[in-house]
């Protein structure tokens, strides 16, 4: 995961396949672990300027769909959670594998 000044870049493990996303926005910090195993963890910070996230795909371009955080002008803590990244990069041609959870709460 890179922060970047607005966005957030997230590297996947294998290029050709369709990773799942979860996004979870809360009023405060969630655990840090869930019920799944995950093979990494990292956690930053994004500020908006809007109250609204765009996902984009690196081949496909941006997922209709946008991630609505709420306040514009707040600074959001953000954590990201993956597994079966091994799995993904064995097996590039398979869909759905590597898995991703997105949480985000406001800073301070």
């Known amino acids: 995961m890179l922060a970047r000044p607005g966005r957030v870049d997230i590297e996947s493990a294998a290029h050709t396949h369709t990773a799942v996303m979860t996004a979870q926005v809360r009023d405060a910090e969630p655990p840090s672990g869930d019920t799944r195993v995950r093979d990494e963890q990292a956690e930053t910070t994004v500020r908006r300027r809007t109250g609204n996230l765009q996902v984009w795909g690196v081949a496909c371009g941006p997922i209709a ?21 091994a799995e993904a990069a064995k097996a590039v041609e398979e869909a759905g594998i590597e898995t991703y959870l997105v949480q985000f709460w406001p800073t301070a």
């Open 65 to 85: 769909q946008e991630i609505e955080l709420g306040t514009p002008e707040t600074e959001w803590n953000v954590r990201l959670s993956s597994a079966e990244r």
